[in-house]
T-cell receptor, first 112, second 108 residues
Framework: NAGVTQTPKFQVLKTGQSMTLQCAQD?????MSWYRQDPGMGLRLIHY???????DQGEVPNGYNVSRSTTEDFPLRLLSAAPSQTSVYFC???????????FGPGTRLTVL | SQQGEEDPQALSIQEGENATMNCSYK?????LQWYRQNSGRGLVHLIL?????REKHSGRLRVTLDTSKKSSSLLITASRAADTASYFC????????FGAGTRLTVKP
């Protein structure tokens, strides 16, 4: 049971490039979410999903897209990276009717 | 905007002392949770307290919740150097929102 996995661990992009941050969980959790963590800002919710085929926006969705075609995977897409998106990104999941979230190890993204 | 706000932002104590950190939130909640984050790592769930509970214990952790004041506190007793981490409160209404965290340093 690997829990929540994220790839890559580190990534450097140039402004305007696109990329996808991968997130997968093997716990059959319905709920998955993406957060970004900036120094002194805590975690801010980007997007979340309550199940396959259903996604919704969080606090800071601009510049990010998500899709949820399977229960296991919840990729986060940056369409045109900007320096303001330099951050550490965390994916999390939880089972239905359960509030405890399980976090992945994070992806540290730098946009030059 | 963030739902939870932790106080203080940073706390430094000696090993063996107790550490208390506080969380205030803005709207109605179903529950409140506390998480710990070691430097560079993902968050780890510590304890959950439901909106109809006032106090909860787990090992050296004690959490209180005052829904009338929209606040919670986390007490870590007999702290250890290994408790050095950032601590976050999180509230869950329609989705989960985290505060900015309290950075705890426990000096050996």
């Amino acid at each position: 049971n690997a829990g929540v996995t994220q790839t890559p661990k580190f990534q450097v992009l140039k402004t305007g490039q696109s990329m996808t941050l991968q997130c997968a969980q093997d716990m059959n959790h319905e709920y998955m979410s993406w957060y970004r963590q900036d120094p002194g800002m805590g975690l801010r919710l980007i997007h979340y999903s309550v199940g396959a085929g259903i996604t919704d926006q969080g606090e800071v969705p601009n510049g990010y897209n998500v899709s949820r075609s399977t229960t296991e995977d919840f990729p986060l897409r940056l369409l045109s990276a900007a320096p303001s998106q330099t951050s550490v990104y965390f994916c999390a999941s939880r089972p239905p009717a359960h509030y405890t979230q399980y976090f992945g190890p994070g992806t540290r993204l730098t946009v030059l | 905007s963030q739902q939870g706000e932790e106080d203080p932002q940073a706390l430094s104590i000696q090993e063996g002392e107790n550490a208390t950190m506080n969380c205030s939130y803005k709207t109605s909640i179903n529950n409140l949770q506390w998480y710990r984050q070691n430097s560079g790592r993902g968050l780890v769930h510590l304890i959950l307290i439901r909106s109809n509970e006032r106090e909860k214990h787990s090992g050296r952790l004690r959490v209180t919740l005052d829904t009338s004041k929209k606040s919670s506190s986390l007490l870590i007793t007999a702290s250890r150097a290994a408790d050095t981490a950032s601590y976050f409160c999180a509230t869950d209404y329609n989705d989960m929102r985290f505060g900015a965290g309290t950075r705890l340093t426990v000096k050996p």
